[in-house]
């Protein structure tokens, strides 16, 4: 099997996962006393936010931050630009480095976005996880939000070794 | 020590006296300054929403918009007759020509914003008198904080397709916060609030220059390679 058949699998499992993360969300985990309904959206938006950071993480080999809650808008605007940028850059190295430089930055960013929601609480929710003391998380709702990481890993992963599969055919295509 | 400082206050000189000599880049800025902040005064409803509550965000809009402006120009003004080459291939270490074009830069914006903070006053009718010297520290503050990225992405986006479009793309994430920081800020001065309001929001901006002036020290050599 390929890499990017494999790729593909890992995907598929992962978007089956992620229904399943959702079903238990929704309909099995309490809901949240103050913030209500829309507290669901942590479920989702926390992990996919930490593994996007684990990605920037990786893009800028910076690998010391690890945060908890940071805001998904500047992340995706992060990303927008970031790809706007290897989109722009035709020499492959030159492409690579400005691409590195773009991500240590934004990950010097995100420990600051993290650093003012925890000083200045009207930004956005609270920590909760990553905070002094220990999780104030309900256990339900822990394990909820711990299978939604684990799956969003397993996305990750399937979409970099699809990514991975794509540079490695371009490769042999420039070679061939 | 003395020598990076040194060679970085020559690089600047040389960008400053290239501005003041043709004027043109400045004056553009300085005029467009001018009516971002009359677009502005004829683009709200004065009966509907108090001056006060809009003023400190106008203030800052106004300020981001300017110094994108400036930054393009940074080093696009290196490209003509390959000056840029002339640079890198002159004995002046990256990390000076990055420090004498943050220098340049900061001297741009800050004219620009000496203009355009009376003009601000001006058209807004807002009370800066009793705030004016914590006003200029915030303004100062957060204009390293954007310059000293603007710099390091600047330096990057000369060499890509779409450079005038590419640098807000890049920039703008960046500089929302500071830009966050500086409005709190600002809203408080310009209320009256006790300087105690303010001290926690000019820590915050004083660390992200602090920070981002030392990792653009570290990275601008790695966007100059050939």
């Not at chain 1, 959206?41 to 080999?61: D, K």
Request: overall charge positive; charged content about 10%; hydrophobic content about 60%.
């Amino acid at each position: 099997m390929s890499l990017a058949q494999k790729g593909r699998r890992v995907v598929l499992a992962g978007l089956l996962l992620l229904g399943g993360v959702y079903v238990r969300a929704l309909a099995f985990t309490p809901v949240e006393r103050f913030q209500g309904p829309a507290q669901k959206i942590f479920y989702l938006h926390v992990p996919a936010a930490v593994t996007t950071e684990l990605a920037v993480i990786l893009v800028g080999l910076a690998g010391v931050f690890f945060l908890f809650l940071t805001s998904t808008l500047f992340l995706f605007f992060l990303l927008i630009s970031y790809h706007v940028l290897r989109g722009a850059v035709s020499d492959a190295g030159l492409r690579a480095r400005y691409a590195a430089v773009l991500g240590i930055c934004a990950v010097v960013l995100v420990g600051f976005i993290h650093l003012s929601v925890y000083l200045f609480p009207t930004l956005h929710p609270q920590p909760i996880v990553l905070r002094p003391g220990k999780p104030g998380l309900p256990p339900e709702m822990l394990v909820t939000l711990l299978m939604s990481f684990g799956v969003f890993l397993v996305l990750y992963v399937g979409f970099v070794m699809q990514r991975y599969a794509i540079a490695l055919r371009r490769e042999a295509a420039s070679h061939g | 020590m003395r020598d990076l400082l040194g060679q970085a206050w020559t690089l600047a000189r040389k960008d400053l006296i290239l501005e003041f000599r043709t004027r043109t880049a400045l004056l553009s800025a300085v005029v467009f300054t001018a009516l971002v902040l009359t677009v502005f005064n004829f683009g709200r409803d004065p009966t509907a929403v108090a001056t006060i509550d809009l003023a400190p965000s106008i203030l800052w809009v106004t300020f981001t918009f300017a110094a994108m402006l400036a930054l393009n120009r940074a080093f696009q003004l290196e490209l003509e007759n390959g000056a840029l080459e002339g640079l890198l291939v002159s004995p002046v270490s990256r990390r000076s020509l990055y420090l004498g074009k943050l220098l340049a830069n900061l001297g741009f914006v800050g004219v620009v914003e000496a203009v355009g903070l009376p003009l601000f006053v001006l058209f807004f009718n807002v009370p800066v008198g009793p705030v004016l010297l914590p006003l200029v520290g915030v303004i100062a503050l957060a204009t390293l904080g954007f310059v000293s990225v603007g710099t390091l992405f600047s330096a990057m986006v000369v060499r890509t397709r779409f450079a005038e479009l590419m640098l807000p793309v890049l920039l703008l994430p960046f500089l929302l916060l500071p830009l966050t920081y500086a409005v709190q800020a600002t809203a408080r001065l310009l209320a009256g609030r006790p300087l105690s309001e303010v001290s926690g929001w000019l820590k915050l901006l004083a660390a992200y220059d602090l920070v981002f002036v030392a990792v653009a020290v570290l990275l601008f050599p790695h966007t100059m390679d050939e």
